[in-house]
């Protein structure tokens, strides 16, 4: 049905992750093989960049918190970047900002990961 | 044409009258008319006999067609005739002496008579016999030889008759007998029934058929010679002697033809049982194929037949599932050497063995056991299903001579009917868990709607209206209404992420903790973040629950309440919407302090008549056609166009505009829609 796209590149020592399409229960395993993939190589410096993406679901949310935590503890993090109001409204309202960093531009999440080391 | 048809239909219907009629004609018209001096008594005689006989024909013949099952009981019946007359015979030969012996007086006659009927009968039952031996297991219509046999034999019949009334013609009498007996000959070749006799019967047949051989000749011969019998009967009936003397010719040639035919069939007989028992038993595991659907219960099956089918000493089943392979039934052979045997013979490293393979082995030995013979070759056909092999079946044998061609298919043979099988018993097995797990969600939607409470505490000061709409799967939404005290209310509304069975369960849960801390603690805020604490052990990572809960004091009009991610409050005063979204994250998104601290309460004063809403995000998320939401927007142009409406009405109107909006695509989350309606003079 709908389609969704993902895509993993490096910058410096972060990695990006483009995501596209939608992203719910059905295609929310596809990003979670990123994530496995990145913890296999220990990448724990991850920015989300949700420049073209439509919709998310709550399995789709899901997939942050699962591997927050372990990101963290080893000393990295997920951040979000480019998000559309819309999507970035479901976000807001489950409290999300809270708990992670949104940033308008990718650039900004890049400076930020540059700046703490 | 007609007429014939009426013909045969009296004829069928009442063979038994007519028969008997006939009988007792012919017997008082020879009781009357001892001899049969004047031609017009001899033509008489001759009708009656002939018609008796044909009577007679008619019933036995339709009573021997139901019997066709038993050609071997056919054939000793008719031996045991042969037998009979040829005792009245011999007997009446030794007894009575010549020929020159008086037939005359009444006791003679009566005893001629009867000597007769005799005659008639065993020659009529003699003669359907092998009608219906001759078309037995025939693929083309033998009847156009037989009946111009049938032809012959009336014509030899009355022969006699004309000659007595023109003489002079013996030549034609001599053209027809001889004739008749070409024709005999035809008819006894179509013996193909012989071949469809299992070994057993062959050499059984091959025995009954010399000696009824022999014994027809002999009777052929007494009825032949110059005695007393064929004087009996020829002063009864010329005709008749004729019949039976054609009879016990057409017997000698039939059997005798049978006793070589038979004495052919020998050498190939058990080729062709084993072949028969093939295809009976492919016919058998067709039916099981469709009717079992245990697939352990056919491998034994499977495995017995190609054990016995192709001549094998030993023959097991195994499946394979991925790599992992399973014996599922052995022949003849004990668990453990099957399973080292197997193990033995794909150890190898080229173990695919994608076609029918024979291999023959020096060292492979069944058993652990001393002493016993070792196999000499294995069939291993492979269990295929669309290019897939999911198993193999295995025959063993420990004679020297290798599987043949016709064994070898025949093992692939099985083995491809075990192939379909194992596929079926697996589509079923699916089945049966899809069916299973659609009865499971049935119950879980049963449930989810037995945890929502079935009555609305809605009051003249607090009006209340509830709504909940499930999506096609099992969902997460749940809402609920305490009464704390006369004077407050506590209501929640919330749902869990994810649908289906995992999301039902931690609604229930969640029922239960609202339910036991709403009794506790009054404070939404410090209630929610005890929540949050009590679900840390048992929500999954990527779970989490949005919610809100209040509390309204039906007397003052305050409502305080807390919201864990959730969409937000509707407050609608007269045409004003206000959103309410105060601070706080999803339960379960957090455990830590940070929880709390971003926990915001809210406290609003609501005014006389106000409306209040909450709902689940199945209402703002719903898609319509262009991917876009229902948002908030739409849902408070409604309540303004229809606050002064009941509530009943209002949710109505609400659900009415979702439907139209999303008409094209289905309903993907649950729908939850609690409104409140608060009236400060009541």
Not at chain 2, 281 to 305: C, G, H, R
Not at chain 2, 516 to 541: A, C, Y
Not at chain 2, 634 to 653: A, E, P, T, V, Y
Request: net charge negative; hydrophobic share 45%; with cysteine.
């Amino acid at each position: 049905m709908a389609d969704f796209n993902v895509n993993l590149r490096g910058v410096g020592s972060v990695s990006v992750i483009d995501v596209k399409g939608y992203l719910d229960a059905h295609t929310a395993p596809e990003l979670e093989n990123v994530f496995n993939k990145l913890l296999d190589n220990r990448q724990f410096k991850v920015i989300v960049n949700f420049d073209e993406l439509k919709y998310i679901s709550s399995a789709g949310l899901g997939v942050f918190m699962a591997y927050v935590e372990t990101m963290r503890e080893n000393k990295g993090d997920i951040k979000f970047s480019n998000m559309k109001d819309n999507v970035y409204n479901i976000f807001d309202l489950l409290g999300f900002p809270i708990l992670y960093e949104f940033f308008k531009e990718e650039k900004e999440a890049l400076q930020k990961f540059d700046s703490l080391g | 044409m007609k007429l014939k048809e009426r013909l045969n239909k009296v004829t069928r219907e009442h063979g038994l009258e007519n028969a008997i009629l006939a009988t007792i004609l012919l017997f008082l018209f020879n009781l009357l008319f001892p001899t049969h001096d004047s031609i017009l008594l001899f033509i008489c005689g001759e009708i009656l006999v002939s018609l008796t006989v044909i009577f007679l024909y008619n019933y036995i013949h339709t009573y021997l067609a139901s019997r066709l099952e038993f050609p071997l009981s056919l054939v000793l019946n008719a031996g045991i005739l042969g037998a009979l007359i040829f005792f009245i015979t011999s007997g009446t030969i030794a007894l009575l002496g010549d020929p020159s012996g008086s037939t005359t007086g009444f006791f003679n006659s009566l005893l001629s008579i009867l000597l007769n009927f005799v005659f008639i009968g065993c020659a009529v039952y003699i003669f359907s016999t092998f009608r219906e031996l001759s078309f037995l297991r025939q693929k083309k219509n033998p009847s156009t030889y037989y009946n111009t046999m049938l032809v012959y034999f009336a014509l030899s019949f009355f022969s006699e008759t004309f000659l007595k009334i023109f003489s002079g013609i013996t030549f034609i009498q001599t053209a027809v007998y001889v004739v008749t007996i070409i024709l005999m000959g035809l008819n006894s070749v179509r013996v193909s029934w012989i071949a469809f006799l299992t070994k057993r019967q062959k050499y059984y047949l091959l025995i009954v058929s010399i000696i009824l051989s022999i014994l027809f000749g002999m009777n052929y011969a007494a009825v032949m010679n110059d005695n007393m019998i064929r004087k009996i009967l020829y002063l009864f009936s010329p005709g008749l002697h004729t019949f039976v003397n054609l009879v016990m010719l057409y017997g000698t040639i039939s059997f005798g033809v049978i006793f070589f035919t038979t004495l052919f069939h020998l050498p190939t007989a058990e080729a062709f049982d084993r072949k028969a028992e093939e295809v009976s038993s492919m016919m058998d595991l067709t039916n099981l194929v469709t009717q079992v659907f245990d697939f352990k219960e056919l491998a034994e099956t499977i495995t017995t037949i190609t054990a016995r089918v192709c001549n094998a000493e030993s023959a097991w089943l195994i499946t394979k599932n991925k790599n992992e392979i399973e014996l599922s039934s052995v022949n003849n052979i004990g668990f453990v050497d099957a399973d080292r045997i197997t193990n033995q013979l794909f150890g190898s490293g080229d173990d695919d063995y994608n076609s029918i393979e024979i291999i023959q082995y020096e060292n492979i030995i069944p058993s652990v056991k001393n002493g016993e013979a070792t196999f000499k070759s294995i069939a291993i056909a492979p269990l295929k299903v669309q290019g897939v092999v999911n198993g193999y079946l295995f025959a063993a044998r420990k004679r020297d001579n290798v599987f043949d061609l016709d064994e070898k298919k025949a093992v692939q043979a099985f083995a491809d009917y075990a192939a379909v099988a194992l596929e079926n018993a697996k589509l079923l097995k699916e089945s049966i868990e899809k069916e299973r797990l659609e009865k499971e969600l049935d119950v879980a939607r049963d449930i989810q709607r037995k945890i929502l409470p079935s009555v609305i505490p809605s009051t003249d000061q607090l009006q209340i209206s509830a709504l909940f709409i499930p999506a096609f799967e099992v969902g997460g939404d749940y809402y609920d209404f305490f009464e704390i005290d006369e004077e407050r209310l506590g209501f929640v509304v919330t749902d869990v992420s994810g649908k289906g069975i995992s999301a039902a369960f931690i609604m229930a849960e969640v029922k239960g903790i609202f339910e036991s801390l709403s009794k506790l603690i009054i404070n939404p805020r410090e209630l929610l973040i005890n929540v949050n604490d009590i679900l840390k052990g048992s929500l999954d990572r990527r779970n989490f629950v949005t919610a809100i809960y209040g509390v309204i004091n039906k007397k003052t009009g305050i409502l305080n309440f807390a919201r864990a991610g959730h969409t937000p409050i509707h407050v609608c005063s007269g045409d004003k919407i206000e959103r309410y979204q105060p601070q706080g994250i999803g339960l379960g998104l957090d455990y830590r302090p940070g929880f709390a601290s971003s926990l915001k309460e809210m406290e609003i004063q609501l005014k006389n008549n106000d409306i209040v809403i909450c709902y689940s995000d199945g209402i703002p998320e719903a898609k319509n056609n262009l991917e876009e939401d229902f948002g908030y927007d739409r849902m408070d142009k409604i309540l303004q166009k229809s606050h002064n409406s009941d509530l009943d009405s209002i949710s109505n109107n609400i659900i009415q505009e979702l439907t139209v909006f999303s008409k094209n695509h289905s309903q993907h989350d649950d729908i939850t829609l609690v409104i409140f309606k608060w009236n400060q003079n009541n």
